[in-house]
């Protein structure tokens, strides 16, 4: 499985507007401190990125009584997330060896990540390790199972083999979250819609999306030249693309 050098995307990774955009309040949390009363919460952003969740998120709940962290594995990603949030702290760590004393966190989001993880259960047993007893681990991400006709599976063909690798499919990711003692509860929410190329072509020639870094060169300019075809051939081209996302809260029980 090849992994994916965010050293070489940090800087331009917050160019993609969608990233930006669809982080909104986390009700998910809201939620979790409603029914845990308590002083003070620990809550963890693993694989923390660029900052964009804590940033966000920081802001919607200021004022509230929680300490907030962010672990990655980069040093050039937790850079830009310096640059973005002010008291949180920041941990330049690999997630199967987090240096967090056992049961310190309530509540551990993890965003468009997990599939990066090389040792994925070994991932899971730290993060089982460092929740606290009825904490929970929120993990959202893309199905690529579920979504055969993406945008990127379209004109890079050979990035869903290179997706298959890396991700696991829902009924694995229940299966190993139960197996460790969580209380899952997950969803894939779906859509399918005709889309225009030309408003896709900056995502591929910016080139952020993890897979894209992870094809061989030939592979991508092939499939950015064709994206250029159809544009010229047709400014108004449009395919059917379709995406998933996988949300899942598991409770650690």
């Keep these: 499985m090849k992994t994916t050098n965010y050293s070489k995307i940090a800087e331009k990774y917050d160019n993609n507007q969608y990233r930006v955009d669809e982080?909104?309040?986390?009700?998910?949390l809201k939620e979790y401190m409603?029914?845990?009363?308590?002083?003070?919460?620990?809550?963890?952003?693993?694989?923390?990125?660029?900052?964009?969740?804590?940033?966000?998120?920081?802001n919607y709940f200021n004022g509230?009584?929680?300490?907030?962290?962010?672990?990655?594995?980069?040093?050039?990603?937790?850079?830009?997330?310096?640059?973005k949030v002010k008291n949180v702290e920041l941990i330049q760590a690999d997630v199967v060896d987090m240096p967090y004393a056992s049961e310190t966190f309530d509540f551990i989001s993890n965003n468009y990540a997990f599939h990066h993880y090389m040792k994925k259960?070994?991932?899971?047993?730290?993060?089982?390790?460092?929740?606290?007893?009825?904490?929970?681990?929120k993990l959202h991400n893309i199905a690529i199972h579920d979504m055969p006709k993406w945008w990127v599976y379209y004109y890079f063909l050979s990035?869903?083999?290179?997706?298959?690798?890396?991700?696991?499919?829902?009924?694995?990711?229940?299966?190993?979250?139960?197996?460790?003692?969580?209380?899952?509860?997950?969803?894939?929410v779906y859509r399918m819609e005709n889309i225009k190329v030309v408003e896709y072509i900056?995502?591929?020639?910016?080139?952020?999306?993890?897979?894209?870094?992870?094809?061989?060169?030939?592979?991508?300019?092939k499939g950015l030249e064709s994206m250029r075809a159809d544009i010229k051939t047709n400014p108004n081209k449009t395919i059917v693309?379709?995406?998933?996302?996988?949300?899942?809260?598991?409770?650690k029980i």
């Design 23 to 28: 982080i909104s309040f986390d009700d998910d």
């Design 34 to 58: 409603k029914n845990n009363r308590q002083k003070e919460y620990d809550v963890l952003d693993l694989s923390c990125g660029t900052g964009l969740y804590l940033a966000k998120q920081t």
């Design 64 to 83: 509230s009584d929680i300490k907030w962290s962010g672990l990655d594995l980069s040093d050039q990603m937790l850079s830009k997330a310096k640059e």
């Design 121 to 137: 259960d070994k991932a899971l047993n730290e993060i089982q390790r460092v929740l606290k007893k009825g904490g929970i681990y």
């Design 159 to 188: 990035a869903y083999d290179e997706d298959f690798k890396r991700f696991w499919s829902k009924d694995v990711m229940f299966n190993k979250l139960t197996s460790k003692g969580f209380e899952v509860d997950l969803k894939i």
């Design 202 to 221: 900056e995502h591929a020639k910016n080139r952020d999306i993890s897979v894209l870094t992870l094809i061989n060169d030939e592979d991508y300019e």
């Design 241 to 251: 693309n379709d995406f998933a996302e996988m949300f899942c809260i598991a409770k």
